[in-house]
T-cell receptor, first 121, second 112 residues
Framework: NAGVTQTPKFRVLKTGQSMTLLCAQD?????MYWYRQDPGMGLRLIHY???????AKGEVPDGYNVSRLKKQNFLLGLESAAPSQTSVYFC????????????????????FGAGTRLSVL | RKEVEQDPGPFNVPEGATVAFNCTYS??????FFWYRQDCRKEPKLLMS???SGNEDGRFTAQLNRASQYISLLIRDSKLSDSATYLC?????????????FGTGTRLLVSP
């Protein structure tokens, strides 16, 4: 019962290095997300995808790129790491359920991976 | 003003106590509401959804007041294992995309 799996769990980079974080889900969810979590702040959305082959920017996309070539995978890339990107990164996936007569009641229950702790020196 | 606001705590309570957390949200178009639990250095996990009529799951009761844009979580008979950070989460429909907005969390410490 894997759910959402993130690799790697930990990484230390030097400023200017690049890396890719991998997220894989086995729940056949359409939607996938990348967040970062910093002390004193709520989770902030970096990029998201509403289906295979589609991606879109979230609140804090600068310095990151993403790809969703397969439905089950969502990759987050850092092209040139900066100390400001030191953070804990969480991937999530969700199904979206709408119901209700005469209108839509949206539900967006997200399931998270265990996180990647990234330090940029 | 933050979209979702919570008291960061920590709330220090003894085992067996009842504790309540509150959360306010700013966007009246918010559509659904959740409480997530996050243990130290772990991922957030869904604790419960919050319905307009209020809902209960064992020792946990969640309530929503749309008029006041206010959500609450009540924990009865606190256990040591309830120690965690509780995230108030609001789902908003934004230009066709459902966006979850997370509060910064309320930390609960239950002591023997």
């Amino acid at each position: 019962n894997a759910g959402v799996t993130q690799t790697p769990k930990f990484r230390v980079l030097k400023t200017g290095q690049s890396m890719t974080l991998l997220c894989a889900q086995d729940m056949n969810h359409e939607y996938m997300y990348w967040y970062r979590q910093d002390p004193g702040m709520g989770l902030r959305l970096i990029h998201y995808s509403v289906g295979e082959g589609t991606t879109a920017k979230g609140e804090v996309p600068d310095g990151y790129n993403v790809s969703r070539l397969k439905k089950q995978n969502f990759l987050l890339g850092l092209e040139s790491a900066a100390p400001s990107q030191t953070s804990v990164y969480f991937c999530a996936s969700s199904y979206s359920k709408t119901s209700g007569a005469g209108g839509l009641v949206a539900k967006n229950i997200q399931y998270f991976g265990a996180g990647t702790r990234l330090s940029v020196l | 003003r933050k979209e979702v606001e919570q008291d960061p705590g920590p709330f220090n309570v003894p085992e067996g106590a009842t504790v309540a957390f509150n959360c306010t949200y700013s966007n009246s178009a918010s559509q659904s509401f959740f409480w997530y639990r996050q243990d130290c250095r772990k991922e957030p996990k869904l604790l419960m959804s919050v319905y307009s009529s209020g809902n209960e799951d064992g020792r946990f009761t969640a309530q929503l007041n749309r008029a006041s844009q206010y959500i609450s979580l009540l924990i009865r008979d606190s256990k040591l294992s309830d120690s965690a950070t509780y995230l108030c989460v609001v789902n908003m429909l934004n230009t066709g995309f459902q966006k979850l907005v997370f509060g910064t969390g309320t930390r609960l410490l239950v002591s023997p």
